[in-house]
């Protein structure tokens, strides 16, 4: 928020004692939410600025988590906040904390991150929330974020700051929010408006100096009567002063109030050509959800009247100069250079107003045919598809259209481009927005089922975009409901029309793990696990992951011991593997494939060695696959190669390879020209084919082989797949 806070703060004036009764409030607030209302433009979001700008690098007291909400700006959602709060929590923490897929588990994240850095650091948790009626606006459940953090016993307070809005504040009220100015934040008083303008308007603070009388000055006073101490309104008047629009003795022209103001302004607009294309470039922006780049707004402009004129170019060019009073620059969700309304007040007067009544229409039709056009314009406008990507919805709901919106959310080509998109926990919490606003029962159940199905299988999802259509279907053709059949016939049609390869069918339901079952008593400690790994007897559960393998007890949940290694890992441990008597649990590191080896009867290390340049895959061979010739008890495999290891008990080497490691050369020879082979591997793992010992190896590229010996290849397939784990 570097950028905002520097703009907000450079307009900040004549606030000293309203920032230190603020400070108090914090100062003596041990839990609770602090409420700051006020009037649009009254000057709150400025204060907020120089609260984060204060209190950021007090970091012997504070962990600051700041955060501005703007309608229509990328990160105006709950789910990001979350996002943010946790990767600053994170950083206090130092442990990886990864955002849950939906809104329930990851506002409890928050909760039990919150209550971690409470307990571990003592600091007071700050969270500065700007623009809190325009979050509630769009997902009332925000609210639920604030007061769930109440359960942390102490140390977290929240000032949030919007404008004064009766649903709103009723929520606060009945939830104990205290209001830090009961009336609202006061406005300017002549003083701080005087200078304001003395600051701002360089050397035309001369003309004004000509206006003093002693201790008064017309123009001065009038700018405070009639902006009714906003500072927003002060600010207008300061740069239409500096264009020359108004003299420092036009005080009898002045607007009278902000809405005026903003009428004024709109009406100035319909004498010229600028004029013409400023007034729709406006309503675009009022509709869109984000600020937009210079190229999107080009081409939503392409059927204006003026668009095929030879002068077209210069005239949009001076046309965002002249509007530049009313505009801001924004970065895009996708980083780039972006347009949007000033301030929020000005937005919401352009969805309301009758001055640009057919123009907003006009505007807003034409952001619904450009929305229609999403998959033609991935290739011809990238940047305006990714934007519709991640708001076509949001555009039918503003127009009313519940019907269409159903059925782009239940479209899996819409789906499968939006897990390219990485927006697929954006389309969950569509779904369940939408569900909670029609009344067709089937249909409520259906978005419910799809955002299930994709909360759930979302990891693979994210890695494999492409597997979107059989994923649904594998997910979803389970559901005894009248929409089933219908919808999955659409999505495997689609999928036969497009000419893609390979079917994966899933043969039977998905099932969950009950809730009542021990591991997931287990997985609630708090660990980063990336594998899991039981004992024969289901005594035991191991978990890989970080710098160390922890061991439970499944039946109490309870740490059974640590099992570390002497040094640092890059990656950390990736699998986790344990013997079949019990003995031993075997880890193999991610990014640098160190095989660690402990002996569970006393808990020793026996063998940490690197014996991959990049580890995927750790397994015993169980017994019943156990050939009585070679007797390997152990296979590992990297993205270079795989190895085989005997185990000696009771010997002072404990761990000997079998078969030497770089075999790629030679199974490669005897693969012959009969299947292709792409390294680098993905995994491999014990099998029995045909009544003998196989190894099973994959590549990522999607190659399956089948070892026996260790390097005799007897079978493979080619499924056209990626492939992350065998």
């Known amino acids: 928020w570097d950028e905002q806070v520097r703009e907000l703060t450079e307009v900040f004036v004549g606030r000293e004692e309203h920032i230190r009764q603020v400070k108090d409030a914090i100062k003596r607030t041990s839990k609770g939410v602090l409420w700051i209302s006020g009037k649009p433009g009254i000057g709150k979001s400025a204060l907020m600025a120089k609260l984060v700008q204060d209190y950021i690098g007090q970091t012997q007291h504070y962990i600051v988590i700041p955060y501005f909400f703007r309608y229509g700006q990328a990160g105006c959602s709950t789910m990001e906040f979350l996002a943010t709060a946790l990767k600053r929590l994170q950083a206090e923490l130092n442990r990886e904390i990864e955002p849950e897929p939906r809104l329930p588990e990851r506002q409890q994240q928050l909760v039990e991150a919150l209550e971690e850095a409470v307990s571990k650091t003592g600091k007071k948790v700050l969270f500065l929330v700007d623009g809190l009626n325009e979050i509630?606006?769009?997902?009332?459940?925000?609210?639920?974020?604030?007061?769930?953090?109440?359960?942390?016993?102490?140390?977290?307070?929240?000032?949030?700051?919007?404008?004064?809005?009766?649903?709103?504040?009723?929520?606060?009220?009945?939830?104990?929010?205290?209001?830090?100015?009961?009336?609202?934040?006061?406005?300017?008083?002549?003083?701080?408006?005087?200078?304001?303008?003395?600051?701002?308007?360089?050397?035309?603070?001369?003309?004004?100096?000509?206006?003093?009388?002693?201790?008064?000055?017309?123009?001065?006073?009038?700018?405070?009567?009639?902006?009714?101490?906003?500072?927003?309104?002060?600010?207008?008047?300061?740069?239409?002063?500096?264009?020359?629009?108004?003299?420092?003795?036009?005080?009898?022209?002045?607007?009278?109030?902000?809405?005026?103001?903003?009428?004024?302004?709109?009406?100035?607009?319909?004498?010229?050509?600028?004029?013409?294309?400023?007034?729709?470039?406006?309503?675009?922006?009022?509709?869109?959800?984000?600020?937009?780049?210079?190229?999107?707004?080009?081409?939503?402009?392409?059927?204006?009247?003026?668009?095929?004129?030879?002068?077209?170019?210069?005239?949009?060019?001076?046309?965002?100069?002249?509007?530049?009073?009313?505009?801001?620059?924004?970065?895009?969700?996708?980083?780039?250079?972006?347009?949007?309304?000033?301030?929020?007040?000005?937005?919401?007067?352009?969805?309301?107003?009758?001055?640009?009544?057919?123009?907003?229409?006009?505007?807003?039709?034409?952001?619904?045919?450009?929305?229609?056009?999403?998959?033609?314009?991935?290739?011809?406008?990238?940047?305006?598809?990714?934007?519709?990507?991640?708001?076509?919805?949001?555009?039918?709901?503003?127009?009313?259209?519940?019907?269409?919106?159903?059925?782009?959310?239940?479209?899996?080509?819409?789906?499968?481009?939006?897990?390219?998109?990485?927006?697929?926990?954006?389309?969950?919490?569509?779904?369940?927005?939408?569900?909670?606003?029609?009344?067709?029962?089937?249909?409520?159940?259906?978005?419910?089922?799809?955002a299930s199905a994709i909360a759930i299988e979302m990891p693979t999802l994210r890695r494999f975009p492409e597997l979107t259509f059989q994923t649904l279907v594998n997910s979803c053709r389970w559901v005894d409901a009248t929409w089933t059949q219908s919808l999955i016939q659409g999505w495997i049609s689609a999928w036969k029309s497009s000419g893609r390869g390979v079917w994966l069918e899933r043969l039977l339901p998905p099932r969950e793990i009950p809730r009542a079952s021990p591991i997931v008593k287990v997985l609630t400690d708090r660990f980063t696990c990336k594998a899991l790994a039981f004992s024969n007897d289901g005594k035991y559960l191991a978990g890989a992951g970080g710098q160390s393998v922890i061991v439970w007890e499944v039946e109490s949940g309870e740490r059974v011991c640590v099992l570390e290694v002497p040094q640092f890992i890059n990656g950390g441990f990736i699998d986790v593997a344990w013997s079949e008597d019990g003995r031993w649990i075997g880890a193999i590191g991610h990014l640098e494939g160190y095989l660690a080896l402990w002996d569970f009867k006393d808990k020793s290390l026996k063998f940490f060695e690197k014996i991959h340049e990049h580890g995927c895959t750790v397994a015993f061979c169980p017994r019943e696959l156990r050939d009585p010739f070679y007797s390997w008890d152990l296979l590992t495999c990297g993205r270079d190669s795989f190895r085989l290891w005997f185990i000696q008990n009771d010997q002072e080497k404990v761990i000997e390879e079998a078969l030497s490691g770089e075999k790629l050369r030679i199974i490669q020879t005897r693969l012959g020209d009969a299947i292709s082979w792409k390294p680098p591997l993905a995994g491999a793992a014990w099998a029995r084919f045909k009544g003998q010992q196989v190894i099973v190896v994959a590549t990522e590229a999607g190659q399956m082989v089948l070892l026996k010996n260790g390097v005799t290849p007897i079978a493979g397939s080619n499924p056209g797949l990626p492939i992350h784990h065998v």
């Not at 504040?169 to 830090?180: D, N, P, Q, Y």
């Not at 300061?238 to 629009?245: A, M, N, Q, S, T």
């Not at 000033?342 to 229409?361: M, N, P």
């Open 136 to 450: 509630y606006r769009l997902e009332r459940e925000f609210l639920n974020v604030l007061f769930m953090t109440m359960t942390v016993k102490e140390r977290i307070v929240w000032v949030c700051a919007g404008q004064s809005e009766g649903d709103l504040e009723k929520a606060l009220k009945s939830r104990g929010a205290e209001w830090v100015f009961p009336e609202g934040l006061p406005p300017l008083d002549e003083q701080a408006i005087r200078a304001m303008l003395i600051e701002h308007l360089g050397r035309l603070k001369y003309a004004l100096f000509e206006r003093d009388e002693g201790e008064r000055n017309r123009f001065v006073e009038a700018v405070t009567r009639k902006s009714e101490g906003l500072p927003l309104y002060v600010w207008m008047v300061i740069e239409d002063l500096k264009v020359g629009r108004w003299t420092v003795r036009d005080e009898d022209k002045l607007p009278p109030g902000l809405v005026a103001y903003y009428e004024w302004s709109l009406k100035q607009l319909g004498v010229s050509d600028i004029g013409r294309v400023l007034t729709p470039l406006f309503c675009l922006l009022a509709w869109a959800k984000e600020p937009i780049n210079e190229g999107t707004m080009n081409f939503l402009l392409q059927t204006h009247e003026l668009a095929g004129t030879p002068e077209w170019d210069e005239l949009f060019r001076k046309t965002l100069e002249h509007g530049h009073k009313m505009l801001q620059q924004r970065p895009t969700s996708d980083g780039e250079s972006g347009w949007a309304i000033y301030h929020d007040s000005f937005r919401q007067h352009l969805l309301e107003s009758e001055t640009v009544r057919v123009s907003r229409g006009e505007a807003q039709g034409r952001w619904l045919k450009v929305c229609e056009d999403w998959k033609a314009l991935a290739s011809q406008e990238p940047s305006l598809h990714r934007y519709i990507l991640r708001h076509y919805v949001a555009h039918l709901l503003d127009s009313g259209n519940l019907q269409k919106a159903v059925e782009i959310l239940t479209n899996a080509e819409f789906i499968e481009f939006r897990a390219y998109a990485d927006l697929l926990q954006h389309h969950i919490q569509e779904c369940e927005t939408l569900a909670e606003k029609i009344s067709d029962i089937s249909q409520r159940e259906m978005l419910y089922t799809i």
